[in-house]
């Protein structure tokens, strides 16, 4: 490690946090800005305290964890709130949507088709042709109800 010789060890310690923090923007989940955050911690009191070898090793590592866990508590009792809570589950997008029936739903079970793509369907027996309401998922199934044409409140309309 003759090439080490030449340089000091904060500047390790805060190159090493800034290629972690790189790397955080490349690999999926949220994981090495804690070990970034740690490593530039180091580099500082490196530089401040003049640490030996195995100090900033050890400072790394407990720190590390000290970080790592801290945000793991802060965040599960504050989670990030998403902009768009539905983003990846797009059978609870369509709950509202009207569907045709294209299989007979009977016994519970049928297909329904919605856009360009069918889905199987789980309600009450419809017969093919008939439009339901998505009320809801189970897996990829779609939970439905016939759409009611009396009108919203399920009363008949006034003559």
Partial sequence: ??????????WVWLTLGLVLAGLEML?????????????????????????????QVVDFVFLSL????SAKRFLGQKPIESTDPLMNRRGARLVGETALVVQAIEHGSGRVKLGDSEWIAR?????????????????????????NLLGDEGTQPAN
């Fill in 66 to 69: 000290i970080v790592a866990f």
């Fill in 123 to 147: 309600g009450p027996d419809v017969a093919k042709g008939e439009r339901v309401r998505i009320r809801g998922t189970e897996g990829s199934m779609l939970l439905v109800e016939p759409v």
């Fill in 1 to 10: 490690m003759d090439w080490l010789n030449g340089l000091e060890a904060h």
């Fill in 27 to 55: 690999v999926p989940g949220v994981y090495l800005i804690w070990l970034a955050v740690a490593a530039i911690v180091t580099g500082a009191m490196t530089a401040a305290l003049d640490l030996s070898l195995p100090m």
